[in-house]
């Protein structure tokens, strides 16, 4: 079963489409509608590519760590968002804090209504 603040793994199309990479990924939202339809942000190890103020970097040290089934310090990419259908997910690594959801579901939304995050 998918839940909302899930990591999960899935073959994450790059921007030109061209090419797929087996990523987590961070299961923000269930879209309304009878589609089995999730809005998720794609998680990254490269550090350097945060955007701060908008991203959120999930470090080794931080309690939700071990529960969220990453390898290493990781950034959820808070922009880089897609909507896929639930078949697609390939398997849970683990979970993120309900609190680092929120924040994260705040920034998002900061950011489409064109507010400072």
């Not at 999960?8 to 990924?25: E, G, S």
């Not at 950034?75 to 680092?100: C, F, H, K, T, Y």
């Amino acid at each position: 079963m998918i839940t909302e603040g899930q990591i999960i793994l899935l073959k994450f199309p790059q921007t030109d489409l061209q090419k797929v990479k087996l990523r987590p990924a961070l299961v923000i939202r269930k879209l309304p509608g009878r589609h089995n339809d999730w809005l998720i942000c794609m998680i990254s190890t490269q550090l350097h590519q945060e955007i701060p103020e908008l991203d959120e970097t999930i470090a080794t040290d931080d309690s939700d760590f071990m529960q969220s089934g990453l390898k290493t310090a990781s950034v959820i990419r808070v922009g880089r968002l897609a909507v896929v259908e639930g078949r697609i997910l390939l398997g849970r690594l683990g979970q993120i804090s309900p609190n680092r959801l929120a924040i994260i579901k705040q920034r998002i939304t900061k950011w489409i209504n064109g507010k400072k995050c």
